[in-house]
Nanobody, 118 residues
Framework: EVHLVESGGGLVQPGGSLRLSCAAAGFAFSSSFMSWVRQAPGKGLEWVSS????????SYAGSVKGRFTISRDNAKNTLYLQLNSLQTEDTAMYYCATGTGTNSGNYRGQGTQVTVSS
């Protein structure tokens, strides 16, 4: 059974930083394409970033490029998302996911809440 557990969210002021983690179990994490997606209040699911199985290829949504960094540690079965220069528009529930995270066959965790507010 696929198990994804996110952590690291919280309340931060605009301009601040957070590091999200996602502990993975129950599948071949080290050979899996992984992503982060988010959902803001009252809005749909938004793809944020993806990383290939080896960690040497990444992609980002335009709204976060240059501010967020995705990475992974296959030895620890853990996915990360470093969030810098946070803006109020980044307030959302953040989920790690298999694949792109936006298809019906993808698995997502329970999420970790990021709130950016002064």
């Amino acid at each position: 059974e696929v198990h994804l557990v996110e952590s690291g969210g919280g309340l931060v002021q605009p301009g601040g930083s957070l590091r999200l983690s996602c502990a993975a179990a129950g599948f071949a994490f080290s050979s899996s394409f992984m992503s982060w997606v988010r959902q803001a209040p009252g809005k749909g699911l938004e793809w944020v970033s993806s990383i290939n199985s080896g960690g040497d290829s990444t992609s980002y949504a335009g709204s976060v490029k240059g501010r967020f960094t995705i990475s992974r540690d296959n030895a620890k079965n853990t996915l990360y998302l470093q969030l810098n220069s946070l803006q109020t528009e980044d307030t959302a529930m953040y989920y790690c996911a298999t694949g792109t995270g936006t298809n019906s066959g993808n698995y997502r965790g329970q999420g970790t809440q990021v709130t950016v507010s002064s």
